[in-house]
């Protein structure tokens, strides 16, 4: 079992930065690959970013150059820094693992989820 808990999330302006969270108990963290995923009043849960074990990013177009992530295995958490927000960022962001293999931007490949944490980017 992985239990995942995001924090972070908040009401920003526009252009404004915000940094989310995703903390992991339970198995083995430094093998996982790790995503975070939004989903936005609507709309379908989207792939944002992922990090495989290894470091190695991924991310959406969308947010290329804005946002960045990267994982602290000793701390076994995640990190999502969100830069120059817009509007359309504005979601529910949900973290996952993936126990096996490397990232992947498809929902059903991941095994564990957090309960999710809003952001809202004012314009």
């Known amino acids: 079992q992985v239990q995942l808990v995001e924090s972070g999330g908040g009401l920003v302006q526009a252009g404004g930065p915000l940094r989310l969270s995703c903390a992991a108990s339970g198995r083995t963290f430094s093998s996982n690959a790790m995503g975070w995923f939004r989903r936005a009043p609507g709309k379908e849960r989207e792939f944002v970013a992922a990090?495989?074990?290894?470091?190695?990013?991924y991310y959406a177009d969308s947010v290329k150059g804005r946002f960045t992530l990267s994982r602290d295995n000793a701390k076994r958490t995640v990190y999502l820094q969100m830069n120059n927000l817009k509007p359309e960022d504005s979601a529910v962001y949900y973290c996952?693992?993936?126990?096996?293999?490397?990232?992947?931007?498809?929902?059903?490949?991941?095994?564990?989820w957090g309960q999710g944490t809003q952001v809202t980017v004012s314009s």
């Open positions: 996952a693992a993936k126990l096996t293999g490397w990232y992947s931007l498809y929902t059903n490949e991941y095994d564990y």
């Open positions: 990090v495989n074990r290894n470091g190695g990013t």
